[in-house]
């Protein structure tokens, strides 16, 4: 048997050893929070582990079962990625192989992800299908076009300005007094974005590059930040609300509260980026993990190898 049957089947193992009915992360919400157009009332945790199950088969071309798990889902769950695992795309490709797909699936999947004409193009698969189904270069770029005029551009520039100073005031003054100031004033303004359009995530600012332009947008490394500096415990109320509805990545709540622990001396729960050491229990980090819809620590060395490939 070879080492990447091996790996599948000890990370099979684990993933399927998880509860069905996991635990998540319970908060009362007591802030104002915009919904970002997604339900509050549906839970995304096991959606979250039901889609790294699904992305395991799909690397292993079990695209069957991969489109079985996903359709199942996605008639509850609006599609949200996860850790380097594209749901849309998984659910498009494996339906694909395993079924009958219409020129509608991938006009769905259009209106779902692009952003960007070349960046679709240049995916070998999607391209493959937009020249089966007779969906040419303007038909995407048109698409695009209604993507983007749904999307707010000011604000995703804001957000990139928003990760260039966090390094810059970091990178060019280094004082503790000049870094408090604008974590402080990030912290703030990003409270006022979460109250009035909700988390700030791909559905309303779009991904990292839009026409053919690219935007840090991500906030992971400004919420390791205000474990720091910052309204840390109004974020620490509020995040995990909008992980449960499906809004906010669990990395960035998981790479906060990692480092809040660590300031303190207290145990990481996730080690998202902090090392893990071999006294570590990582079957309780697996379970922190999953009940705020991480991968387990084994699936994420799993993925991280293959993409280093």
Not at 109 to 134: F, Q
Not at 263 to 282: F, G, L, M, S, T
Request: some cysteine; overall charge positive; aromatic content about 10%.
């Amino acid at each position: 048997m070879n080492v990447f049957k091996v790996h599948f089947i000890l990370l099979m193992s684990f993933i399927s050893c998880r509860n069905n009915h996991v635990q998540s992360v319970q908060t009362k919400q007591t802030e104002d929070i915009g919904n970002n157009h997604f339900s509050k009332e549906v839970n995304y945790i096991p959606y979250y582990n039901e889609i790294y199950k699904a992305d395991s088969l799909y690397i292993t071309k079990n695209y069957k079962e991969t489109y079985e798990i996903l359709d199942r889902l996605l008639k509850t769950y609006k599609p949200v990625d996860g850790w380097f695992v594209n749901v849309s795309r998984n659910y498009l490709i494996s339906k694909s192989k395993a079924s009958t797909i219409e020129r509608e699936d991938v006009e769905n999947y259009l209106r779902e992800k692009a952003y960007d004409v070349n960046a679709v193009l240049k995916d070998k698969s999607i391209a493959e299908l937009l020249e089966k189904l007779n969906i040419s270069k303007d038909d995407v770029e048109k698409i695009v076009k209604e993507n983007v005029s749904k999307i707010n551009l000011p604000l995703r520039s804001e957000l990139n300005k928003m990760n260039i100073d966090d390094q810059d005031v970091r990178n060019r003054l280094n004082t503790e007094d000049s870094i408090k100031k604008v974590d402080w004033r990030h912290s703030e303004r990003l409270k006022e974005i979460i109250k009035i359009y909700g988390f700030p995530n791909k559905n309303l600012i779009g991904g990292y590059m839009v026409q053919g332009k690219s935007a840090d947008v991500s906030l992971s490394v400004i919420f390791n930040h205000l474990s720091y500096n910052g309204d840390y415990e109004y974020f620490k109320r509020t995040l995990p609300n909008l992980v449960k509805n499906g809004t906010c990545d669990p990395f960035n709540y998981a790479m906060m509260e990692d480092r809040k622990n660590e300031i303190n001396n207290k145990p990481i729960d996730y080690h998202v980026i902090i090392a893990i050491d071999e006294n570590v229990d990582k079957k309780k980090i697996n379970t922190n993990r999953r009940a705020i819809g991480l991968p387990s620590l084994e699936y994420q060395e799993f993925k991280k190898k293959l993409m280093s490939n």
